[in-house]
């Protein structure tokens, strides 16, 4: 189902504030989490810091100058060689324009800034029961089956 609107592919930067908090809210709703991603934005500052970092990518799709999509990776530089790896975090289509390429097309415009870092591999995960995510991303590359473990960061004394 190809929408006749053209969609444009933006690379956020720290002038883009209300670009970020559109994406937030995109997000938000795609994921069924909404509460997560507006209850307690981030200050200004610290969206600026993060966009104008060399770490973070986030990118918006836009049609008729609204977000509809959007996607947040993260530029992991390596240890054992000279090279780094792009971990997508979030990425998110808003219902109303799902089936349309725009996943597609911001991964696509991912890859060349991994080109231009000269990253060796994008990656990212899916839960297991988000059939669409993992089509997508079968069709794009290949699957690894890993393990994904959350550590909390408190510590005991018995751990210190």
């Given at each position: 189902?190809q929408?006749?609107?053209p969609?444009?592919i933006?690379q956020?930067?720290?002038?883009d504030?209300?670009?970020?908090?559109g994406?937030?809210?995109?997000?938000?709703?795609?994921?069924?989490?909404?509460?997560?991603y507006s209850s307690s934005?981030p200050?200004?500052?610290?969206?600026?810091r993060l966009?104008s970092?060399?770490?973070?990518?986030a990118l918006a799709?836009?049609k008729?100058?609204l977000?509809?999509?959007?996607?947040?990776?993260?530029?992991?530089?390596?240890?054992?060689?000279?090279?780094s790896e792009?971990?997508?975090?979030?990425?998110?289509?808003?219902?109303?324009?799902r089936?349309e390429?725009?996943a597609?097309?911001?991964?696509?415009?991912?890859?060349?800034?991994?080109?231009a870092r000269?990253?060796?591999?994008?990656?990212v995960?899916a839960?297991?029961?988000?059939?669409?995510?993992?089509a997508?991303?079968?069709?794009l590359?290949?699957r690894?089956?890993?393990?994904h473990?959350?550590?909390?960061?408190?510590?005991?004394?018995?751990?210190?």
């Amino acid at each position: 189902m190809q929408s006749s609107e053209p969609v444009s592919i933006r690379q956020l930067s720290a002038s883009d504030l209300t670009l970020m908090e559109g994406l937030l809210a995109i997000f938000g709703e795609a994921f069924d989490e909404v509460d997560t991603y507006s209850s307690s934005r981030p200050s200004n500052a610290y969206l600026k810091r993060l966009l104008s970092s060399d770490y973070v990518i986030a990118l918006a799709a836009l049609k008729n100058g609204l977000i509809v999509a959007g996607l947040a990776a993260y530029e992991l530089q390596k240890f054992e060689q000279e090279r780094s790896e792009i971990y997508i975090y979030d990425l998110a289509v808003s219902a109303a324009h799902r089936r349309e390429g725009i996943a597609t097309a911001l991964i696509q415009n991912l890859k060349k800034i991994a080109v231009a870092r000269a990253a060796s591999v994008i990656f990212v995960q899916a839960d297991i029961e988000d059939d669409p995510a993992i089509a997508l991303y079968t069709k794009l590359g290949a699957r690894e089956d890993v393990l994904h473990f959350d550590i909390a960061v408190t510590v005991s004394d018995e751990n210190a």
